[in-house]
Nanobody
Framework: QLQPVESGGGSVQPGESLTLSCKAI????????IGWFRQAPGKEREEVAC????????YYADSVKGRFTISRDKAGNAVSLQMNSLKFEDTAVYYC??????????????WGKGTLVTVSS
């Protein structure tokens, strides 16, 4: 079964940038909708960005529009989340999840273990 693996988390200051990567060994992610979700302490998990299978249409939460960009490399081996102009409220554990042949990221089949992003001064 597909096992998403996240990388790229870390600690940054407000206004800085960070790029997260999601990979799944042995799978071409073109056939999967890949979503980035996050969960901050004391809050529910929320969808941050999604790229669907096939065409690669993208969707973003209002809170990150214009700052975050989700993309899939041409080989379909990885999905990245470029995060710019980071804010304190972006602090959370970020999860990558996959859904096979899906147009949206509302029902994910497989989840990664998460990577921590901390925005602090």
């Amino acid at each position: 079964q597909l096992q998403p693996v996240e990388s790229g988390g870390g600690s940054v200051q407000p206004g800085e940038s960070l790029t997260l990567s999601c990979k799944a060994i042995g799978y071409h992610l073109t056939n999967w909708a890949i979503g980035w979700f996050r969960q901050a302490p004391g809050k529910e998990r929320e969808e941050v960005a999604c790229i669907n299978s096939g065409r690669g249409d993208t969707y973003y939460a209002d809170s990150v529009k214009g700052r975050f960009t989700i993309s899939r490399d041409k080989a379909g081996n990885a999905v990245s989340l470029q995060m710019n102009s980071l804010k304190f409220e972006d602090t959370a554990v970020y999860y990558c999840a996959a859904a096979r042949l899906a147009a949206f990221c509302d029902a994910m089949d497989y989840w990664g273990k998460g990577t921590l992003v901390t925005v602090s001064s």
